[in-house]
């Protein structure tokens, strides 16, 4: 830290991201992508924009918000777009909690949430998960403050009830209940048509899983208007183009194409029900997960050790240090040929432990 760092920010701990090693070819399973290439309308789109780079961007991205709003049946004035749903999230801190009304969401969940927490100055509370890592619901009823939460959760994968949604949502009418789904097409119910009757509710989604665009970086959400134009106000006080031409229509032809993303989806339902069988078949112990991704630990080996012999033969998991989680690894789920090798190679290990 320089001597010029601003002292409010001196004890700022930044997210970590999963890690990107550049020493060999790496099976990834660590950081939730998806293993299927983005459609090739995707690409065309990305290269024809490619030709008008001297140009800004559209600071209203119209052709992306009007298929969004499009494909999950709002009114368009509902969407708003962001350099990645962590943009969004952070908007939506900025725009929606202060000392009075601190934040809460569970002290197992995203790791970005803490952190954008301290960077805005607010205050905030983890409230723990169940002993089989589950929300209780009960502990955000009526709980008068902003309230995160991830749908399904992560890293453990589990989902919530959009009925058990709607009773958080319905009993903090004072304060905005954000809904994070990131994961959410792979399997749990969407809060977006829960919007049109709360005016309290916003619902975050990304590109990043579903629609194979982790590297475009488009986030959006969907909400009431007056809570739109609030985010909208925060984003033209930071970066009116945040989101670039060639995301924008990125974004404009997956949505044209999400049939195809949508079966993609499919297949990783299929694939991580395959994986939760053979893991179970070695003895581990998975969450039941509704994402793209399985929250598992084996009593024949300690968490840490097995994500570190797995990076040596050339797959990635995510590990967390953190002690109520630290003999699990987060696994995502991609391609059928990436699990049985996974597969294999856990039953290798396990075989010479
Ligand atoms: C991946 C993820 C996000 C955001 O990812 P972006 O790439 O910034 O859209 C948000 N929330 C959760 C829980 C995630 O896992």
Redesign the pocket.
């Known amino acids: 830290m320089s001597r010029y760092f601003t002292e409010k920010l001196s004890s700022l701990t930044p997210y970590t991201p999963g890690e990107q090693p550049k020493d060999m070819q790496y099976i990834k399973l660590n950081?939730?992508e998806s293993p299927f290439a983005p459609s090739k309308s995707v690409s065309d789109a990305v290269l024809s924009e490619s030709q008008k780079l001297q140009l800004y961007s559209d600071p209203e991205c119209v052709n992306v918000r009007r298929e969004l709003a499009r494909v999950y049946g709002v009114d368009i004035n509902k969407v708003i777009v962001t350099?990645?749903?962590?943009?969004v999230?952070n908007f939506a801190f900025m725009a929606f909690a202060d000392q009075k009304n601190p934040l809460v969401f569970p002290n197992i969940?995203?790791g970005?949430y803490p952190v954008f927490a301290q960077l805005n100055g607010i205050p905030y509370t983890e409230i723990p998960l169940k002993d089989d890592f589950t929300i209780d619901i009960n502990d955000y009823i009526g709980i008068n403050k902003t309230v995160v939460i991830?749908n399904p959760?992560?890293p453990t994968g589990i989902a919530l009830t959009l009925g058990d949604i709607e009773k958080i949502v319905a009993s903090n009418p004072n304060n905005v209940v954000i809904i994070?789904e990131?994961?959410v097409d792979f399997g749990a119910q969407s809060a977006v048509s829960l919007v049109e009757k709360y005016e309290n509710l916003l619902v975050?989604q990304?590109?990043?899983?579903s629609r194979s665009m982790?590297g475009a970086?488009?986030?959006f959400a969907i909400g009431c208007e007056s809570l739109i134009a609030d985010l909208n106000t925060i984003r033209y006080s930071t970066n009116p183009y945040n989101v670039n031409r060639m995301t924008d229509a990125a974004g404009t032809a997956a949505l044209k194409d999400n049939n195809y993303y949508m079966e993609n989806c499919k297949t990783i339902v299929k694939n991580r029900e395959w994986t939760v069988n053979e893991l179970q078949k070695l003895g581990f112990e998975v969450l039941p997960s509704k994402a793209n991704f399985v929250f598992a630990k084996c009593d024949k080996i300690d968490g840490e050790e097995l994500y570190l012999q797995l990076k040596n033969r050339g797959i990635l998991i995510r590990h967390f240090n953190k002690d109520s989680i630290c003999q699990y690894n987060r696994i995502t789920i991609g391609a059928i040929e990436q699990m049985q090798k996974l597969i294999d190679e856990i039953t290798l290990i396990l075989e010479e432990n």
């Open positions: 950081t939730n350099n990645g749903s962590d943009e999230l969940t995203y970005f991830a959760n992560a994070d990131a994961y975050v990304t590109f990043s899983k982790a970086r488009l986030g």
